[in-house]
């Protein structure tokens, strides 16, 4: 009885680990995950939208991940896209064999980054805007957020901006009250992966923008006192291509107090360069947005373990 007894238990536990592996990102603790686990879209347009008709093309409509209170809107003249090879959405005098798969991101490690589906692609021309709002607002005093993403670019993009902001009431929005986080390329003439409040200047990373770039950033929230500025601001680090099973210790590659009270209930991808965006992720802490992907042999090896396992049940 108890041989029998622990080899249930043991199977239990390598059926747990291998539904672990099977169910992945969808039941990890986030409050917000994007993986663009969509089919192709490859559509754009020149007419300004006015209508929600007209607001329904690119990725508009789009609604799926975790964490949001509705689908993905756009707003813009040019429409973003999900890229499946490098002729998707092609640029305009850029060669169109590039980028002939979504980004992935393995550490110094040889961690990889757990990935779904595809990845969003941005169009060249100005310009491309899609909003999602969050199931609930970040940013109360005393509390803080993770965020990471994945992101690579054609190589130098000039003056040219595309960033994924994190705010209140969606980045460029009507009513938006400013003051959000733009991580990406801003419109400085900066070659490098930067971050920029909104109002405020940016930041520079030292991660040539052509190149593919893991974002993980922690957002601390503090009491905001406007009548106060020398106290009280809520403070962002950034790291570039950080470790995946390493919580950094310390500030990050970029380190600064924020110059408004930053309130997050909505992202907004904004572009006028053509640019590969994917896995975004908010988490209450570092594990929440770095989850590393389990090997296909370790995944293989669970599964004759677990058969294994039931065998030796049988015989008993």
Do not use: C
Request: avoid cysteine; hydrophobic fraction near 35%.
């Amino acid at each position: 009885m108890i041989k029998t007894a622990t080899t249930s238990l043991s199977a239990l536990a390598v059926l747990a680990a291998a539904n672990s592996i099977w169910v992945g990102t969808a039941n990890a603790d986030l409050l917000a995950y994007e993986g663009f686990d969509y089919e192709r879209v490859q559509y754009r347009t020149d007419t300004a939208k006015s209508t929600e008709a007209e607001q329904m093309g690119g990725i508009a409509g789009l609604n799926g991940g975790i964490g949001f209170a509705g689908a993905w809107r756009t707003d813009s003249t040019w429409d973003n896209g999900i890229a499946t090879a490098g002729t998707d959405y092609p640029t305009p005098g850029l060669p169109t064999d590039a980028r002939t798969s979504p980004a992935s991101y393995t550490d110094s490690q040889s961690k990889t980054l757990e990935q779904q589906g595809n990845a969003l692609r941005t169009g060249f021309a100005n310009y491309t805007r899609s909003h999602r709002t969050l199931n609930e607002e970040l940013g109360a005093a005393g509390t803080e957020v993770w965020i990471s993403f994945i992101a690579q670019a054609f190589g130098d993009r000039g003056s040219r901006y595309s960033f994924v902001s994190f705010g209140k009431g969606g980045d460029g929005e009507a009513g938006s009250p400013g003051g959000n986080l733009r991580m990406g390329m801003d419109s400085s003439a900066s070659t490098k992966w930067n971050v920029q409040q909104e109002g405020h200047g940016s930041a520079e990373g030292t991660i040539d923008s052509g190149s593919i770039v893991m974002y993980l950033a922690r957002i601390q929230f503090n009491d905001f006192d406007p009548f106060n500025p020398s106290g009280g601001k809520d403070k962002i680090d950034v790291w570039f291509n950080p470790d995946l099973e390493n919580a950094p210790v310390g500030n990050g590659d970029l380190s600064f107090d924020l110059e408004d009270d930053l309130k997050i209930d909505s992202i907004t991808v904004w572009s006028r360069y053509s640019t590969d965006f994917d896995e975004i992720r908010i988490g209450t802490t570092f594990d929440d947005v770095t989850p590393v992907a389990v090997p296909e042999a370790s995944a293989a090896s669970l599964l004759i373990g677990f058969g294994t396992i039931l065998g030796l049940r049988r015989k008993h």
